[in-house]
Nanobody
Framework: QVQLVESGGGLVQPGGSLRLSCKASRGIFNIAFMGWYRQTPGNEREMVAVMPQDGGTSRYTDSVRGRFTISRDYAKNTLDLQMNSLKPDDTGVYYC????????????WGQGTQVTVSS
């Protein structure tokens, strides 16, 4: 059983930072990839970042590369997303995911956390 619970969303001004965290259940160790998706207003869900659990190369969507960093704390069994230089276009619901496909790691989903970037 894989369970994912996100935290850390909220309201931030443009140019600010937020750190999202995802607490995973023990079953996550059998899943090859973990990632973050988001759904922004009027758009379909998109993958933001993915990280292999074996320490391989992380991947980011073009719009966040250089601003967002995905990381894993194996001791705490969490997946984090550090978001810097936030823009209003980053506003949306962010989901922690896990799956067996590097390009679409979305077999399991958390409930989502709202991120709002506004002045």
């Amino acid at each position: 059983q894989v369970q994912l619970v996100e935290s850390g969303g909220g309201l931030v001004q443009p140019g600010g930072s937020l750190r999202l965290s995802c607490k995973a259940s023990r079953g996550i160790f059998n899943i090859a990839f973990m990632g973050w998706y988001r759904q922004t207003p009027g758009n379909e869900r998109e993958m933001v970042a993915v990280m292999p659990q074996d320490g391989g190369t992380s991947r980011y969507t073009d719009s966040v590369r250089g601003r967002f960093t995905i990381s894993r704390d194996y001791a705490k069994n969490t997946l984090d997303l550090q978001m810097n230089s936030l823009k209003p276009d980053d506003t949306g619901v962010y989901y922690c995911t896990a799956g067996h496909n590097y390009y679409s790691p979305n077999d399991y989903w958390g409930q989502g956390t709202q991120v709002t970037v506004s002045s």
